[in-house]
């Protein structure tokens, strides 16, 4: 298996990757209070070296219920900002890029402890689940709030020196929530039959968060058409559907689509083998990141009910890549339990791959 074209660089705006492999963001649950800690600097910097570009956990914005668990980082306040600026320059000194990915939960289960937000989940119509409620539906003040909260995380994280920034539109969560029809039953201008009319919400997520940083510095934003609320929903059924999603959201100063799948490989749309992150360039221009259990037998979730998954070829991923598809490649587990992953692919010392299992999720190595 020849993954030289991998190894590549990257070059998009003041983005400058030595490869194409991107850690891919994972909630570790080690910032209690919100703060990173040292420990949470040293798992960043370990991977620096490696990793093209490296996408911190889901990081919580300015909004009284923007967090469904206290030890998850806060992109806000004098402290969880000092522990962000401990990671950039631990990453940067160690050779690595990296982006900080903000986030707001939106409507959420409480956390497993019973901990509860200081406010109740707030989200496009108080649903949890489709018919559910649990959570309030938020007020064109919240809504007005929330974006200029991700604007500042933005600002934020180009005054502290990261390389770029991701907004977390995927599985779920907020801007998810305002996406997703079956959780967005607004009749204001957030709401809407089509797509294309609830796109507005992240859209002028997006809007405030290239305002906050210029033309010249890089702007993600991670989607996906599964939920974990139910894997089969299917935002975009057709590729018609999925242009009207990303074209606003495109226009509002994304550069870069991160498209969520759970097994890269699936292909999107009947008729044709193109993935999400394949259909996204195709459709945008723009570039992309595929992601979804890139060098591993099995996928993330299960892997969260304690399924192992095995090493596995990278053989459709370079086809894939070679063909043109996307322009770079996410990696959660594989990396969350071995900082060497990419350099031992790199170097082809597959027998030296282990399995990933649950422990790993428990130690912040
Ligand atoms: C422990 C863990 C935490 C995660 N937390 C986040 C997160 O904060 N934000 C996000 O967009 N995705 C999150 N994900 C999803 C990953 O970014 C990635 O899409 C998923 O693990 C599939 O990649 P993999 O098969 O290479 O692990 C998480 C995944 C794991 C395993």
Same mark, same amino acid.
């Given at each position: 298996?020849?993954?030289?074209?991998?190894?590549?660089?990257?070059?998009?705006?003041?983005?400058?990757?030595?490869?194409?492999?991107? *850690?891919?963001?994972?909630?570790?649950?080690?910032?209690?209070?919100?703060?990173?800690?040292?420990?949470?600097?040293?798992?960043?910097?370990?991977?620096?070296?490696?990793?093209? %570009?490296?996408?911190?956990?889901?990081?919580?914005?300015? !909004?009284?219920? &923007?967090?469904? @668990?206290? @030890?998850?980082?806060?992109? +806000?306040?004098? =402290?969880? %900002?000092?522990?962000?600026? !401990?990671?950039?320059?631990?990453?940067?000194?160690?050779?690595?890029? *990296?982006?900080?990915?903000?986030? $707001?939960?939106?409507? *959420?289960?409480?956390?497993?402890?019973?901990?509860?937000?200081?406010?109740?989940?707030?989200?496009? &119509?108080?649903?949890?689940?489709?018919?559910?409620?649990?959570?309030?539906?938020?007020?064109?003040?919240?809504?007005?709030?929330?974006?200029?909260?991700?604007?500042?995380?933005?600002? @934020? #994280?180009? !005054?502290?020196?990261?390389?770029?920034?991701?907004? $977390?539109?995927? $599985?779920?969560?907020?801007?998810?929530?305002?996406?997703?029809?079956?959780?967005?039953?607004?009749?204001?201008? +957030?709401?809407?039959?089509?797509?294309?009319?609830?796109?507005?919400?992240?859209?002028?997520?997006?809007?405030?968060?290239?305002?906050?940083?210029?033309? #010249?510095?890089?702007?993600? %934003? !991670?989607?996906? =058409?599964?939920?974990?609320?139910?894997?089969?929903?299917?935002?975009?059924?057709?590729?018609?559907?999925?242009?009207?999603?990303?074209?606003?959201?495109?226009?509002?100063?994304?550069?870069?689509?991160?498209?969520? =799948?759970?097994?890269?490989?699936?292909?999107?749309?009947?008729?044709?083998?193109?993935?999400? #992150?394949?259909?996204?360039?195709?459709?945008?221009?723009?570039?992309?990141?595929?992601?979804?259990?890139?060098?591993?037998?099995?996928?993330?979730?299960?892997?969260?009910?304690?399924?192992?998954?095995?090493? &596995?070829?990278?053989?459709?991923?370079?086809?894939?890549?070679?063909?043109?598809?996307?322009?770079?490649?996410?990696?959660?587990?594989?990396?969350? &339990?071995?900082?060497?992953?990419?350099?031992?692919?790199?170097?082809?010392?597959?027998?030296? %791959?282990?399995?990933?299992?649950?422990?790993?999720?428990?130690?912040?190595?």
């Amino acid at each position: 298996m020849n993954v030289d074209a991998l190894f590549r660089p990257f070059s998009l705006k003041s983005l400058n990757l030595k490869n194409r492999f991107v *850690m891919a963001p994972m909630t570790r649950s080690f910032s209690p209070a919100g703060v990173p800690t040292p420990e949470v600097a040293a798992y960043y910097r370990r991977r620096a070296g490696e990793v093209g %570009l490296i996408i911190s956990e889901g990081t919580v914005v300015d !909004r009284p219920a &923007s967090s469904n @668990d206290p @030890d998850v980082p806060h992109f +806000y306040g004098e =402290q969880s %900002l000092a522990g962000w600026k !401990r990671v950039i320059d631990g990453v940067h000194e160690a050779g690595g890029v *990296m982006a900080p990915q903000i986030w $707001h939960v939106g409507v *959420m289960r409480p956390h497993e402890s019973g901990w509860l937000p200081s406010a109740p989940f707030e989200g496009p &119509s108080g649903f949890v689940v489709p018919g559910e409620s649990g959570g309030v539906a938020m007020s064109g003040a919240d809504i007005a709030d929330t974006i200029a909260a991700f604007g500042r995380a933005a600002a @934020d #994280a180009k !005054r502290l020196g990261f390389d770029a920034v991701e907004v $977390h539109g995927a $599985h779920g969560y907020l801007i998810d929530q305002f996406f997703w029809a079956g959780l967005n039953k607004r009749t204001d201008r +957030y709401g809407g039959a089509s797509l294309a009319e609830r796109s507005r919400f992240g859209a002028e997520v997006v809007k405030a968060v290239r305002a906050a940083v210029g033309e #010249a510095f890089p702007v993600i %934003l !991670r989607l996906s =058409q599964w939920k974990p609320q139910d894997f089969a929903v299917k935002l975009a059924k057709t590729p018609e559907e999925l242009a009207s999603w990303l074209t606003p959201l495109s226009d509002a100063g994304v550069d870069i689509f991160h498209c969520s =799948q759970r097994r890269f490989w699936q292909p999107e749309f009947e008729g044709s083998d193109l993935n999400l #992150a394949g259909w996204a360039k195709k459709l945008t221009g723009k570039a992309t990141i595929t992601v979804g259990s890139v060098g591993l037998s099995g996928e993330f979730i299960a892997a969260f009910q304690g399924e192992s998954s095995h090493p &596995s070829p990278l053989d459709d991923l370079v086809r894939r890549f070679e063909r043109g598809d996307f322009d770079l490649v996410a990696v959660g587990r594989a990396l969350l &339990s071995d900082p060497q992953w990419v350099t031992k692919i790199r170097d082809g010392r597959s027998e030296q %791959l282990h399995d990933f299992t649950r422990a790993a999720l428990a130690t912040l190595w």
